[in-house]
T-cell receptor
Framework: GDSVTQKQGQVTLSEDDFLFINCTYS??????LLWYVQYLGQGPQLLLK?????NKGISRGFEATYDKGTTSFHLQKASVQESDSAVYFC???????????FGSGTRLLVSP | DPKIIQKPKYLVAVTGSEKILICEQY?????MYWYRQSAKKPLEFMFS???????DNQTASSRFQPQSSKKNHLDLQITALKPDDSATYFC?????????????FGSGTRLLVI
């Protein structure tokens, strides 16, 4: 079935560091790919999405690029802030379209 | 004002008991979902509903039963509770399905079964 894999359980950075969160996907189609962010005590919220038509999504300084060759969808940010501390999930629509499948999440801790 | 209301925010239950988790959305969305989040399985899909009709079900146990009395309302009944059911349960909604559906999540119900 469709799946996404995040191998990094946690990333620890200092403010103004560069962020890179790894995500790979497995699917038989070329779906829209998604990144969600979950702040402490809240539900996840959509950060950005990318389709095969535009290949790159940008939101709030974060960007992700759709790479069919390596089946990857990594999340990047040039300079993180303490307020970016959260859990980041990559995701894609599941088979049948009636659900979204989430990766295991990467916890980002940014120290001032 | 919260657009998706989940009640209660916290819930402690005794093993073997039954509880109902409430979810209402005021976004005018036509699809609603339940997800479960625990240390073992982050953000695990459980059910999806559209206009009170079940669309997808990934929950193996019949102890989990969604209930939809109105199209903007999707409760989750859990019977014969077990300690393994301890998790945060998130309700979500979207307008449409699949690639073009942006999910809005509630703030969750944190369930502890003792």
């Amino acid at each position: 079935g469709d799946s996404v894999t995040q191998k990094q359980g946690q990333v620890t950075l200092s403010e103004d560091d560069f962020l890179f969160i790894n995500c790979t996907y497995s699917t038989t189609t070329y779906p829209t790919l998604l990144w969600y962010v979950q702040y402490l005590g809240q539900g996840p919220q959509l950060l950005l999405k990318v389709t095969t038509a535009n290949n790159k999504g940008i939101s709030r300084g974060f960007e992700a690029t759709y790479d069919k060759g390596t089946t990857s969808f990594h999340l990047q940010k040039a300079s993180v802030q303490e307020s970016d501390s959260a859990v980041y999930f990559c995701a894609l629509p599941g088979t049948g379209g009636y659900k979204v499948v989430f990766g295991s999440g990467t916890r980002l801790l940014v120290s001032p | 004002d919260p657009k998706i209301i989940q009640k209660p925010k916290y819930l402690v239950a005794v093993t073997g008991s039954e509880k109902i988790l409430i979810c209402e959305q005021y976004l005018g969305h036509n699809a609603m979902y339940w997800y479960r989040q625990s240390a073992k399985k982050p953000l695990e899909f459980m059910f999806s509903y559209s206009y009170q009709k079940l669309m997808d079900n990934q929950t193996a146990s019949s102890r989990f039963q969604p209930q939809s009395s109105k199209k903007n309302h999707l409760d989750l009944q859990i019977t014969a509770l077990k300690p393994d059911d301890s998790a945060t349960y998130f309700c979500a909604s979207s307008q449409g399905w699949g690639a073009n559906s942006d999910y809005t999540f509630g703030s969750g119900t944190r369930l502890l079964v003792i």
